[in-house]
């Protein structure tokens, strides 16, 4: 059967709303990073840091009033996010992460810039997601953020995580924060004095793995689903999550239990566990 969380009593206030997008708003605030700290495996180059759980549940908590309101009438929230015409969820959850920071009543933040190209002659050195003016430290800071979905194989190792294109690695992308995205020391005219990573989504242990050997760097406090290449009988309520239900799924299943399988999320109908099904060919351990 499908692996359970290490943390039974997790903090998922984002269920509390009804329509989609607010639930997906509200997750991509509240919830905890998908790492609790960095791996000890990772060469750091440009620090960085994460915000701690407690950071996303005091942001959730203030934004609540705000979610309320759009919880009752969602078309500002609808027509934001509808400007967007990738369907890409990364760039999804940006635009989510991009309304609430515009949102200046409910956090401590000023928002300085968005999509800050840094440029040297014809090279694009890189770009920096959001930069910030902390009001409560008085410090600039530089967040960049991502939304990813990783698969364990092999024995845990920061090496074997493996996203849905499997070029796509965790070592890989902290990598790519560490030496690419958090060089800049300054944008907009601005020092920065702080750098964080906001990685949220979700990590999938194998079906089959024995949960004794844990990286202390998976955050206990995030839910974590499992992947395998069995199909689970109809009777077992599993059902298949639409795209951007990857960010979060809607109040009430959005599908009939699965009975064909294709290679997606998969979301057990009467309680949380979140089922990766990866077809035998595409997954080498």
Request: net charge negative.
């Amino acid at each position: 059967m499908p692996f359970s969380p290490l943390n039974t009593n997790l903090y998922e206030k984002w269920q509390n709303y009804q329509h989609p997008l607010v639930r997906q708003l509200a997750f991509a605030v509240g919830s905890p990073n998908i790492l609790s700290q960095l791996p000890d495996e990772l060469e750091i180059i440009h620090p960085f840091q994460l915000h701690d759980d407690q950071t996303w549940q005091k942001h959730l908590e203030n934004y609540h009033p705000r979610l309320i309101e759009l919880d009752q009438n969602p078309t500002e929230l609808i027509e934001f996010v509808s400007r967007l015409k990738s369907t890409r969820l990364g760039l999804r959850f940006e635009m989510l992460v991009w309304f609430w920071l515009l949102d200046a009543k409910y956090h401590p933040y000023q928002l300085l810039g968005h999509s800050i190209q840094k440029i040297d002659g014809p090279k694009t050195l890189g770009e920096l997601d959001f930069v910030l003016l902390n009001a409560e430290t008085h410090q600039i800071e530089h967040w960049e953020v991502a939304l990813k979905y990783y698969l364990a194989e092999a024995d845990l190792s920061l090496a074997n995580w493996y996203g849905l294109n499997r070029s796509d690695t965790l070592n890989r992308k902290l990598k790519h924060f560490t030496q690419k995205q958090f060089q800049f020391q300054e944008a907009l005219g601005h020092h920065i004095q702080q750098r964080y990573c906001m990685i949220k989504g979700q990590l999938y242990l194998p079906q089959h793995q024995v949960l004794d050997n844990i990286p202390n760097w998976i955050n206990p406090n995030r839910r974590i689903g499992c992947w395998g290449k069995q199909i689970f009988k109809p009777e077992q309520g599993y059902y298949r999550l639409q795209r951007h239900e990857w960010i979060y799924p809607e109040a009430q299943p959005s599908s009939q239990p699965a009975t064909w399988w294709t290679d997606g999320l998969y979301k057990h109908q009467d309680h949380n566990d979140f089922y990766m099904f990866r077809q035998p060919h595409l997954i080498h351990i």
